[in-house]
Nanobody, 110 residues
Framework: QLVESGGGSVQAGGSLRLSCVAS????????KGWYRQTPKNECIRVSS???????WYDDSVKGRFTISQDNAKNTVYLQMNNVKPEDTAVYYC???????RGQGTQVTVS
């Protein structure tokens, strides 16, 4: 089970940190990603982190978002800085290998 948190409403230029806690799964054994579903219903991979710690970012968030993980807490984070209105979406934590995801957390940037 994956549980995301940390979403909310923020003004453009602000910051948020999303968290995703896993249970029933050892997070450091799988690749993880953050995806977002936009108001236009587009589902886009925002960032991912591999078991080796390698990270990937969509061009739209490079330099603004940072993905990280805390294996001791079985948690992956997405630090979102300098957010923009186009970052408004529901953000999901996803296990890349099987697509398992949480319930999502809403981020609204005005």
């Amino acid at each position: 089970q994956l549980v995301e948190s940390g979403g909310g409403s923020v003004q453009a230029g602000g910051s948020l940190r999303l968290s995703c806690v896993a249970s029933g799964l050892t997070f450091d054994t799988v690749d993880k990603g953050w995806y977002r579903q936009t108001p236009k219903n587009e589902c886009i991979r925002v960032s991912s982190i591999g078991t080796d710690g390698d990270t990937w970012y969509d061009d739209s968030v490079k330099g603004r978002f940072t993905i990280s993980q805390d294996n001791a807490k079985n948690t992956v984070y997405l630090q979102m800085n300098n957010v923009k209105p186009e970052d408004t979406a529901v953000y999901y934590c996803v296990v890349v290998v099987n697509g398992a995801r949480g319930q999502g957390t809403q981020v609204t940037v005005s």
